[in-house]
T-cell receptor, first 114, second 114 residues
Framework: AQSVSQHNHHVILSEAASLELGCNYS??????LFWYVQYPGQHLQLLLK??????LVKGIKGFEAEFIKSKFSFNLRKPSVQWSDTAEYFC????????????FGKGTTLSVSS | DAMVIQNPRYQVTQFGKPVTLSCSQT?????MYWYQQKSSQAPKLLFH???????NEADTPDNFQSRRPNTSFCFLDIRSPGLGDAAMYLC?????????????FGPGTRLTVL
């Protein structure tokens, strides 16, 4: 069955700490991979995506993610977090066929203290 | 700005009383999705429209229906809401043929069932 697993439910960091959120997926075939962020009271926004090419993907606000096909992983990283990064982070996968559903992980809540 | 709009943002209904949630988009995307997101859980796809073609997920209850009268609008009808249907309902759109097939989300409608 298709699934996405996020390793951490809740991560608490101090400002300037480095961040890595784990994501593993189980999905047959060619995939597109996404990280979405949901700030408190706001809608889901795309942080970054991978669909082909360089497996190291850079997104908005200094985030990056690395697709490791052999490990079925797509971990999210940021070298130095800010208080404004406090949010819910969702990893998601879909096939590269048109109009298919996003399969989301359960999400990781990131709390950054100043 | 092109966007996905959901109305209302908050909806309160009584147990068993039909309710309709609305989504509109100015992106001219040909795919529209409805997701259900319960508290502390990942968004889960209910169904989607690929142009006029309706695609229901296998485990979506019959209580949930959808209509798409034109490209811009899509409605979610809950025929007889139960307490378990209280959730955030997210509308999303995507454009087939766009690399990575990113989905754009609306702000959601939070449904409360009394």
């Amino acid at each position: 069955a298709q699934s996405v697993s996020q390793h951490n439910h809740h991560v608490i960091l101090s400002e300037a700490a480095s961040l890595e959120l784990g994501c593993n997926y189980s999905y047959g075939g060619t995939v597109n991979l996404f990280w979405y962020v949901q700030y408190p009271g706001q809608h889901l926004q795309l942080l970054l995506k991978y669909f082909s090419g360089d497996p190291l993907v850079k997104g908005i606000k200094g985030f990056e993610a690395e697709f490791i096909k052999s490990k079925f992983s797509f971990n999210l990283r940021k070298p130095s977090v800010q208080w404004s990064d406090t949010a819910e982070y969702f990893c998601a996968v879909t096939s590269n066929q048109a109009g298919t559903a996003l399969i989301f992980g359960k999400g990781t809540t990131l709390s950054v203290s100043s | 700005d092109a966007m996905v709009i959901q109305n209302p943002r908050y909806q309160v209904t009584q147990f068993g009383k039909p309710v309709t949630l609305s989504c509109s988009q100015t992106l001219n995307h040909n795919v529209m999705y409805w997701y259900q997101q319960k508290s502390s859980q990942a968004p889960k796809l209910l169904f989607h429209y690929y142009d006029k073609d309706f695609n229901n997920e296998a485990d979506t209850p019959d209580n949930f229906q959808s209509r798409r009268p034109n490209t811009s609008f899509c409605f979610l009808d809950i025929r007889s809401p139960g307490l378990g249907d209280a959730a955030m309902y997210l509308c999303a759109t995507s454009r087939v043929g766009q690399p990575g097939d990113e989905q754009f989300f609306g702000p959601g409608t939070r449904l409360t069932v009394l």
